[in-house]
């Protein structure tokens, strides 16, 4: 169910993938010490190059701080452009208010949450 990751642009990136492993052990009740497990077991190529023998990653003991490492080795994506997708959103047609306000919300709180800290 979790994708491989790559770290290039063959597959999904790395927001993506983690976002995929995170739900898949929300339902699957993992622990943080399996999110990270996974995770590396999933990553191939430069990714898993990072995931197995970087310092600051196979020091990381929670899944939070395994996801910030990752973001910020893998995240490409310029502040600015996920700023500019923020700006951008609309509401889709027949979309209801709620659901357009927790999407922006996500896109904010992402944006926010790997920029600011």
């Not at 995931?51 to 990381?60: H, L, M, V």
């Not at 003991?61 to 490492?69: D, G, K, M, Q, V």
């Not at 609309?90 to 209801?96: A, H, Q, Y």
Request: hydrophobic content about 40%; glycine content about 8%; charged content about 25%.
């Amino acid at each position: 169910m979790v994708p491989s990751f790559t770290g290039d642009a063959a597959g999904p990136n790395i927001r993506d993938f983690l976002q995929i492993l995170e739900q898949v052990g929300r339902i699957g009740g993992w622990q943080d010490s399996q999110l990270i497990g996974i995770a590396q077991c999933k990553m191939l190529g430069a990714a898993h190059d990072f995931a197995w023998r970087d310092d600051s990653i196979t020091a990381a003991s929670t899944y939070p701080e395994f996801r910030a490492l990752a973001l910020e080795r893998f995240d490409t994506e310029p502040l600015s452009s996920k700023v500019e997708r923020i700006r951008n959103a609309r509401r889709n047609s027949g979309e209801e208010a709620r659901s357009f306000v927790n999407r922006v919300r996500l896109l904010g709180t992402a944006t926010l949450a790997n920029s600011c800290g």
